[in-house]
């Protein structure tokens, strides 16, 4: 009895093992550990029957002096421990990796002529060959023929997506823990913890204490963990996107439906979902950079209508605000209203007070409605709101709140904003819908809030919405200074003896303002900000009562929000460039932070 491989284990496999989980915990969630439990229990079954075969021939060996003792079909106990571990690390490095992705928008449907279909990993023909002959090349010959006919059934199913994937996500959880393992590998090999028979091995090195063989054999075997991962997250992407093949909910798919959801031929994709959903994350990627990273700790098809719903409010929003005259500006009102009439059918809410779904007419209806009266670039996100599960009336009081902004013009530079209400039903109106269209997503993927509980949450998370718009006005006072917007009520003005002209004219003058504005400014600024603070207090404990699985996310969308309010309440904070920003590394913090928990 020896310790020597118990002790490779305690120096080099668990501390990664301890490192990687600690990363990972608060993203963890219950698809990963089925995924982790699924990948392990695979991993162990598919080697335990080689490794025996190799060790009772006498290819490797263990000194009993290196081993603790106890055996599972002769192979030690540490052995089998090295296969969990090895899995379970590769695997974590992969979802930490691969965490900031959607996967569904790598979906795409086959090519004709597609090289990739005719890589063929043909190695297993080879690996016959060597293992009959006998000699040097079988513990090689045993490598491919055990390994290589996993990596083709797994590279035949999922290699379409796999070659979509960034290097980030495949080749570098493949390199990282390969190039570990050989290091490992070589100090145990030159310390004797396990042997190589000198009869079954070329002699072959990579470097000097590496055999090809074990390098190889580290190699495929991270192959097969990531390829196996990847297929994994190639079956739920097409399940969580293509509703129409699968229309229920499937927390843990189990392995017959994710093979069935890898069988569905590429050609039944839903192309117009998939086109739809990368134009959002990019649109998403683009403008907020605070909502795409908290949109990464969603999960699976709230994610995916969060994204969507993101994406018809940004969309609908520009269109107005980038509008080349009011009159153009009104008309893109009147299309969106004219596109929820016809996506609801001009139906009511049900007695629940869920929207009644509309039917296939209305929405064939509205999609050519949308095609022809939108630029091309916005019609998929106009189509692929997910009106279903959305109340229609939030949505039309957001359109009445984009109307609030058409009354800005140069002779009425406070707009309809003139005392702290108006300011308080424009938030309401673009950020409490926002809000309540959020948490209407959220409770429809984890229903089961019993209905009084709902109605409290929707009341706090408007509020919430409104604390986010004040932050978003004490952010953008330049920013809207320069479109001659002014949403500061006119009383608060009037105490620091500016106008809403006198105010605009300051802020975009090209030479620096005087230290006397600028003091308005930042006291106007800090009662904006006091006011966001007002609503999030009142509202910020709701969070914690919502189901489990949108907690965390929810409280990383809002407090990465807030973190701006927060940035700019920062004594000596300055405002660069007319707008307040977080830089990258404190939003990521953040994030971090509020997925262990809400701030106390
Ligand atoms: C994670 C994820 C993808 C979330 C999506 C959230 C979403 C749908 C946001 C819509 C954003 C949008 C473009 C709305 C149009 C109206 C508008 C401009 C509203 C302002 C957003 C600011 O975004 P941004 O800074 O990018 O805009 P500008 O550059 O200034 O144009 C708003 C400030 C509103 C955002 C409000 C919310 C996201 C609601 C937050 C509250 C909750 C989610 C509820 C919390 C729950 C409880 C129970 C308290």
Not at 264 to 289: H, I, N
Not at 314 to 339: G, T
Request: net charge positive; hydrophobic share 45%; with cysteine.
């Amino acid at each position: 009895m020896g310790l020597d491989y118990a002790l490779v284990h305690l120096k080099y496999t668990i501390p990664p093992a301890i490192l990687l989980s600690a990363v990972y915990a608060p993203l963890c969630t219950r698809l990963d550990l089925y995924r982790i439990a699924f990948l392990i229990s695979i991993a162990v079954l598919s080697t335990i029957p080689w490794d025996s075969y190799l060790i009772r021939t006498g290819v490797w060996s263990y000194p009993p002096n290196a081993v603790l003792g106890p055996t599972l079909f002769d192979i030690p106990l540490e052995e089998i421990f090295f296969f969990v571990i090895q899995t379970f690390n590769t695997t974590l490095l992969y979802l930490i990796l691969s965490k900031p992705l959607l996967h569904p928008i790598y979906l795409v449907k086959e090519k004709v002529g597609d090289k990739w279909k005719f890589v063929k990993i043909a190695g297993h023909l080879r690996g016959w060959g060597w293992v009959q002959n006998g000699g040097a090349h079988t513990y090689l010959g045993l490598i491919l023929i055990w390994a290589v006919p996993f990596l083709v059934l797994l590279w035949s199913l999922a290699y379409q997506f796999l070659v979509q994937l960034p290097w980030t996500s495949t080749l570098l959880p493949i390199a990282l823990p390969t190039l570990y393992l050989w290091i490992v590998d070589t100090l145990a090999l030159r310390r004797g913890t396990w042997v190589i028979e000198a009869g079954t091995k070329t002699g072959w090195t990579l470097w000097p204490g590496l055999e090809v063989e074990e390098a190889l054999f580290f190699f495929l075997t991270n192959c097969l963990i990531v390829f196996g991962l990847v297929a994994f997250d190639n079956a739920v992407a097409i399940i969580d996107i293509f509703t129409a093949h699968f229309p229920s909910r499937h927390e843990l798919p189990l392995p017959n439906l994710l093979l069935k959801a890898l069988l569905l031929p590429a050609r039944a994709y839903d192309d117009d979902r998939v086109l739809g959903l990368q134009q959002s994350v990019e649109r998403l990627q683009k403008k907020s950079r605070s909502f795409y990273l908290a949109s990464s700790t969603f999960q699976r098809r709230l994610r995916i209508d969060l994204i969507f719903l993101y994406s018809f409010c940004r969309v609908a929003d520009d269109l107005i605000d980038n509008a080349e005259s009011p009159a153009e500006a009104k008309e893109w009102v009147q299309k969106l209203r004219k596109y929820l009439d016809l996506s609801y059918g001009g139906g009511t809410k049900g007695g629940d007070g869920t929207a009644i779904p509309a039917n296939d007419v209305n929405r064939g209806v509205a999609t050519m409605y949308v095609m022809n009266q939108f630029p091309p670039e916005t019609c998929l996100s106009l189509m692929l709101l997910p009106t279903n599960h959305l109340a229609k009336e939030p949505l039309y009081e957001l359109l009445k709140g984009f109307e609030m902004d058409l009354a800005f013009d140069k002779y009425h530079p406070s707009g309809q904003i003139k005392t702290e209400r108006d300011l308080d039903l424009y938030g309401a109106r673009v950020a409490g819908t926002v809000a309540l269209l959020c948490i209407q997503l959220v409770l429809f993927h984890y229903p089961g809030i019993p209905e009084m509980k709902a109605k409290v949450l929707m009341a706090d998370g408007h509020d919430m919405g409104i604390a986010l718009q004040y932050t978003n006005i004490a952010r953008d006072l330049k920013v809207d200074a320069l479109a001659g917007r002014c949403y500061v009520p006119n009383s608060w003005l009037k105490k620091e003896k500016l106008t809403a002209e006198t105010f605009i004219v300051g802020l975009k003058l090209s030479r620096p303002p005087s230290d006397f504005f600028l003091h308005k400014v930042e006291v106007i600024r800090s009662r904006l900000l006091d006011r966001a603070f007002e609503f999030y207090e009142k509202s910020v404990d709701a969070i914690e009562e919502l189901p489990p699985g949108a907690r965390a996310p929810m409280r990383v969308a809002v407090e990465s929000y807030m973190q701006i309010a927060r940035e700019m309440r920062n004594p000596g904070y300055v405002v660069k460039d007319g707008r307040a920003t977080v830089p990258g590394w404190k939003r990521i913090l953040v994030a971090w932070q509020r997925l262990y928990g809400p701030r106390r």
